[in-house]
């Protein structure tokens, strides 16, 4: 499943992303640099063409064709600050999938979509409106996966997240296309290895 297949991230940058409670003293937003570097190397051994990588507050910014060198460039162009609007960003990756796939230029076995988040998004109803009508396009299950991951212990992201991965077919999605991952749920893993999990899962 991995070849063949697009992998895009969005990696959140609102301010509390600067907080320093990461082993080793670093900060959320360090430890998902070097996490997005050690998937960014993963991801060419199977698509040399790179990743597609979001950063995301109030507005967001896309890179494509993110290769292991690209990565730091994409961290220093970006530092943490502002807001938690999932929904644009999220709506913006769908939307880009959705008209790849439309005009034929989609990866055969689709596309995995790994979402870095440590706080609640603004607009929690949206995130659930938009996973719920993606999936409703789908033909099969495992075309669109989305994978939340949290960093940090906001609890009220905690809940959110749980509820997307539990509650989505209830509230009416076609297939459950969602996985989240919390902290307890990481136990020993770094984030890096998470990361990869999600791309393996």
Excluded: H
Excluded at 9 to 24: A, E, R, Y
Excluded at 102 to 121: F, R
């Amino acid at each position: 499943m991995l070849q063949d297949r697009d992998y895009t991230l969005i990696i959140d940058k609102s301010g509390s992303m600067s907080i320093t409670d990461q082993p080793g003293g670093k900060t959320r937003w360090n430890v998902v640099q070097e996490s997005t570097l050690a998937l960014a190397r993963k991801c060419e051994e199977f698509d040399p063409d790179g990743i597609t990588v979001y950063v995301f507050s109030g507005r967001f910014k896309r890179y494509d064709n993110v290769t292991a060198d690209k990565v730091t460039q994409v961290f220093q162009e970006n530092e943490p600050m502002g807001r938690t609007d999932l929904a644009g960003v999220l709506q913006d990756a769908l939307d880009n999938y959705f008209q790849r796939k439309a005009a034929g230029q989609a990866k055969p076995n689709g596309e995995t979509i790994i979402v870095i988040t440590d706080g609640e998004p603004d607009d929690r109803k949206a995130v659930m409106r938009l996973i719920i009508d993606a999936s409703r396009q789908l033909e099969r299950d495992e075309e669109l996966a989305i994978s939340l991951i949290q960093v940090g212990r906001d609890n009220l992201a905690t809940q959110f997240l749980k509820a997307l991965d539990d509650q989505l077919k209830d509230a009416g999605a076609k297939f459950d296309i969602v996985d989240t991952l919390t902290v307890d749920d990481m136990e020993d893993l770094t984030l890096a290895e998470v990361l990869l999990n999600a791309i393996n899962d």
